[in-house]
């Protein structure tokens, strides 16, 4: 997409990186202690992205925990739309899944969090405690990929500092258990991403996010494909974010050429907007790219949410 006659025709893939195998050794042997680490806990901690709950969820965890009692959290939930944040709750907990909302940075919904975790093992402490293990902490197990916000959450449900999390995908400085309170106590464990990829839509809105980074899908792709969303399902965010008239953007979209001409002329607009100008006049679409992606990340656009339950607006 470096030019209007190299722009990309939405039949075609993403990238042929789109669809690629992501699993390092130390993903493998993640994976064998995540399995091995079950046997002795009670309750697992599923990590979610508000804004992507099933793109941001891997697809291996439901056959590795099998019947162990989960609860979803969907973190980064102040960046998500606040009405679609219920209907994620209500999805989950239609299908018996204990469901909260949470912002890790700000700790908003770790309280409710840990209730509902105490309430969910009530019964199975009490039942501990008649057999004589009075005292037992409910263990439990947080699970999800990298850049979900894993870090920022423990440090808040455990009110420490910093968390012995590595900042690359998969790596922790060791196997640790965590206070929670008097009843909990949280065993850490790395992020872990699925084998590969095979759908392009969950690549996108893992890309979209900053949970896949530009070399596996090339920032100006990203950033146009992110722009066809917004102007589908929230292009008045879109439009006062850059200052837009709605009607600008109605006049490009119903031009006589390919609509993804008509969308990459909307991306290139916002930059003009932006101050994206090199020489020549030229837009400079790696810079365009950036802003849009940092700007929807940090949730300066507003809170919106790119996945809907029932598919509505995805």
């Known amino acids: 997409m470096n030019n209007k006659k190299n722009k990309k025709n939405d039949n075609q893939e993403v990238s042929s990186k789109a669809s690629f195998n992501w699993y390092p050794g130390h993903m493998a042997k993640t994976r064998r202690q995540i399995e091995s680490d079950l046997k002795i806990v009670d309750i697992v901690i599923e ?73 969910m093992m009530n019964i199975d402490m009490q039942t501990q405690a008649e057999k004589g293990r009075i005292g037992r902490k409910i263990r439990a197990m947080i699970l999800g990929i990298p850049n979900v916000g894993k870090s920022s959450f423990i440090n808040r449900i455990s009110k420490r500092t910093t968390a012995g999390v590595g900042n690359k995908p998969g790596v922790t400085k060791q196997k640790q258990w965590i206070r929670i309170n008097d009843k909990i106590e949280l065993l850490d464990t790395p992020g872990v991403l699925w084998p590969k990829f095979e759908s392009e839509e969950v690549a996108l809105n893992l890309a979209f996010t900053g949970t896949i980074k530009e070399d596996i899908i090339e920032r100006v792709d990203i950033a146009y494909y992110l722009t066809k969303f917004l102007l589908k399902n929230d292009r008045k965010k879109l439009c006062e974010r850059y200052k837009i008239p709605e009607e600008l953007i109605e006049e490009k979209m119903e031009q006589e050429q390919p609509e993804n001409e008509n969308i990459y002329e909307v991306m290139l607009e916002i930059g003009k ?42």
């Open 273 to 314: 907007k932006r101050g994206c100008i090199i020489s020549g006049g030229k837009i400079d679409e790696e810079k365009t790219a950036r802003i849009l992606l940092d700007e929807f990340k940090n949730g300066i656009m507003g809170r919106i949410t790119i996945e809907c339950p029932m598919g509505d607006g995805s």
């Open 47 to 119: 990590l979610l992205d508000a804004r992507i709950p099933i793109s941001s969820q891997n697809p291996d965890i439901g056959n590795i925990i099998r019947r162990k009692k989960k609860i979803i959290v969907l973190n980064k939930s102040d960046l998500a739309d606040e009405k679609k944040n219920q209907l994620w709750i209500q999805y989950f907990e239609k299908r018996g899944i204990p469901a909260v909302l949470v912002d890790a940075n700000s700790g908003k919904g770790i309280d409710q969090c840990i209730r509902k975790i105490e309430n």
